[in-house]
């Protein structure tokens, strides 16, 4: 019964490659984020969605796109992958958005080699 | 149950102290980290710590560890408004393949600053 679970834990993958990470709330929250973590920890938010619907869209390479199927589920699809992409990601929700605590998933180490 | 806990409130008086508490479970964790969100913000490193050290000072911040009962605090010296915030506790954890750690969170607490 996690509240915010994300999968897979570990995606190791080749250059060029499409690949999703998944996840889902079982908090009944509106908003939920994704966030990349980068060499220094800083977590830098790359998208949130409140109700199905994208509020921020930070700049981000065309090649990673959210899809919201529901306001359970923030899904982040990535396409022909790069070296650079290789780093953590965490999921997140909120009840609402605004000055609203973040509850994170443990994280997805994506390797790209 | 919580693999990081802190308190979810706290209210400090404007110049005032203010010391925010956490405690975690993995012994094994490399550092041990201070997040702050602001509001509408994402989250934002605020200062991290060391397993082997006991204190680390940075100008108004002083980030105590107590490796033997798994506490970590973070005190910030004259409290001001700016500082209205949610502070986040995180510990982190070792992905096998190397990289980035992992990072497991508290739940944040509400500093809340009174004038």
């Known amino acids: 019964d996690t509240a915010v679970s994300q999968t897979p834990k570990y995606l190791v993958t080749q250059m060029g490659n499409d690949k999703s990470i998944k996840c889902e709330q079982n908090l009944g929250h509106d908003t939920m984020y994704w966030y990349k973590q980068d060499s220094k920890k800083f977590l830098k938010i790359m998208f949130s969605?409140?109700?199905?619907?994208?509020?921020i869209n930070e700049t981000v390479p065309n090649r990673f796109s959210p899809k919201s199927p529901d306001k359970a589920h923030l899904n982040l699809h990535i396409n022909s992958l790069e070296l650079g992409d290789s780093a953590v990601y965490f999921c997140?929700?909120?009840?609402?958005?605004?000055?609203?605590?973040?509850?994170f998933g443990s994280g997805t180490q994506l390797s790209v080699l | 149950g919580e693999d990081v806990e802190q308190s979810l409130f706290l209210s400090v008086r404007e110049g005032d102290s203010s010391v925010i508490n956490c405690t975690y479970t993995?012994?094994?964790?490399?550092?041990l980290y201070w997040y702050k969100q602001e509001p509408g913000a994402g989250l934002q490193l605020l200062t991290y710590i060391f397993s082997n050290m006991d204190m680390k000072q940075d100008q108004r911040l002083t980030v105590l560890l107590n490796k033997k009962d798994k506490h970590l605090s973070l005190r910030i010296a004259d409290t001001q408004t700016g500082d209205s915030a949610i502070y986040f506790c995180a510990e982190s954890f070792a992905y096998s393949g190397g990289g980035a750690d992992g990072l497991t969170f508290g739940k944040g607490t509400h500093l809340i600053i009174q004038p």
């Open positions: 997140a929700s909120s009840l609402k958005t605004g000055n609203e605590k973040l509850f």
């Open positions: 993995d012994s094994s964790s490399t550092y």
């Open positions: 969605y409140n109700n199905k619907e994208l509020i």
